[in-house]
């Protein structure tokens, strides 16, 4: 018997073939039931026809509760209606396991600590399905956009010795007989390190923050996807930073249309997203929050709410540059212009999602990077490898991390990030 997956029965119109997957819903007339049926590539409506089948199989057809997984066979029927163009004429079930219990997700209103707390039975639904896939063809999209330019990929350690970004949020591991370690907070360091040997390198993989901020858009373990390049400055930084987003929407919407509709996502927002994009100082963004009414000084932080409100002036990402250098990380390469100052920036996504790249100049001086060590309340020491990357051939060199769970929720157009992967860990959620 040919087994086929949802997606391609197209392909098969008129013929007999086999589907293996699971019950979603079912609906009766005394006459037919309407099963929906998935198999993980897809959805589709089996038909079981009084009429046209055994009374032994539409019994059982009767029978079947919810999340069954069952082998069902028939013709594959054109069906202009439906959204799949297809329909399966079933004509014999076999069932592989029927559950004894209710399926725990059934209502369309289920709160979102229950459905949370079953997410791993969530992952079946329709929605969920069509918001993997979109985080799928991102990241394949990320990963494509180095490919094509010559980029090399650095898996970088979980594990570390030398604190990546702050000391504030930063997960401890005792690490055999070495005692303290971390869970990276970004895998920057390392980067440094391989583009000096492969000139353009990039990662992507989990990172760790031990944030106690509970908002809808901060994830205590988040994909990062980062790029260093030897030899870039600040202004070829920002360039790929624009040409990776634009790539990115570009590349999802055209591989990833059917998923964004199903969900209701306004495309013709994400059309627009071309570079370049609007450029503005973060001394021009507070001036302009204190014209809209934001009571903040240079200085501040620009929280939540402000990056907002920044964004909404534009309708595109809106990348914001240089930064007091008391706000950042102690890497940062400081602006000749105004060392008070550094050669960073951070996108802001449109539609309110707020900070999706971090990014800067390194410093490449040996002395002002251990200055800046110290200044930070770091440990020199746990260092020394990173400052012999300014001992041998150091050369300006910059980069950027780019969140993933961000960019699935403004691309998908998702409320909380929580629901750009697979598995979220919150700050009150470790299961499951
Ligand atoms: O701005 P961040 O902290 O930058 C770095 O870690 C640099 N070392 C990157 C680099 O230059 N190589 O983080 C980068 C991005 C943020 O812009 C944001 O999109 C995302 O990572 N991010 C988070 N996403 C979800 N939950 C959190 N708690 C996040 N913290 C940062
Ligand atoms: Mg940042």
């Not at 896939?133 to 010559?150: K, L, M, Q």
């Not at 895998?187 to 923050?209: D, S």
């Not at 300014?390 to 961000?406: A, C, D, L, Q, T």
Request: hydrophobic share 40%; aromatic share 10%; charged share 30%.
């Amino acid at each position: 018997m040919n087994w086929v997956y949802i997606r391609d029965l197209k392909d098969h119109i008129g013929e007999r073939v086999e589907i293996r997957g699971w019950l979603r819903r079912k609906r009766s007339s005394g006459k037919i039931h309407f099963l929906a049926l998935r198999d993980g590539s897809g959805f589709v409506q089996g038909i079981v026809e009084r009429s046209s089948v055994s009374e032994e199989l539409f019994k059982l057809a009767k029978k079947l509760k919810m999340e069954s997984s069952i082998i069902a066979r028939g013709i594959v029927r054109e069906d202009p209606r439906a959204p799949e163009g297809v329909e399966l004429l079933i004509d014999e079930i076999e069932v592989v396991h029927q559950p004894e219990k209710d399926f725990p997700i059934n209502k369309p209103d289920h709160g979102i600590d229950y459905l949370m707390d079953h997410r791993h039975l969530w992952l079946r639904s329709k929605r969920q399905f069509h918001i993997l896939h979109i985080r799928h063809e991102i990241i394949r999209a990320v990963r494509d956009f180095y490919n094509e330019r010559g980029f090399v990929l650095i898996d970088t350690p979980i594990f570390t010795g030398s604190i990546g970004e702050s000391a504030g949020n930063c997960f401890e591991i005792d690490y055999f007989d070495y005692g303290k370690a971390y869970l990276a907070q970004t895998g920057q360091l390392y980067l440094e390190a391989a583009c000096m040997a492969l000139g353009k390198v990039y990662n992507l993989g989990p990172t760790f923050r031990a944030e106690k901020s509970k908002t809808r858009r901060h994830l205590i373990e988040f994909w990062m996807n980062e790029a260093e390049v030897a030899y870039y400055q600040h202004e070829d930084n920002m360039k790929l930073q624009e040409e990776l987003v634009s790539y990115v929407v570009q590349k999802t919407i055209e591989r990833a249309a059917n998923h964004l509709h199903a969900i209701g996502r306004d495309i013709s927002k994400l059309e627009k997203i071309e570079a370049p994009f609007p450029r503005i100082t973060y001394t021009d963004a507070i001036k302009l929050l204190q014209k809209k009414g934001f009571n903040v000084n240079w200085g501040d932080d620009i929280g939540g709410d402000e990056e907002t409100a920044i964004a909404e002036e534009f309708d595109k990402p809106v990348i914001v540059e240089r930064y007091p250098r008391k706000m950042k990380a102690f890497y940062m390469q400081p602006d000749p212009e105004n060392p008070d100052v550094v050669l960073c920036d951070d996108m802001l996504a449109p539609e309110g999602y707020g900070e999706i790249i971090g990014a800067s100049e390194r410093i490449w001086d040996k002395e002002l990077l251990i200055e800046r060590i110290k200044e930070f309340g770091l440990d020199v020491e746990s260092y020394s490898w990173y400052l012999d990357l300014r001992e041998y051939g150091s050369v300006p060199h910059s980069g950027f991390g780019m969140g993933i769970e961000r960019v699935v929720a403004w691309i998908a157009g998702l409320e909380h990030v929580r629901e750009a992967i697979p598995f979220a860990r919150t700050l009150y959620r470790i299961h499951p």
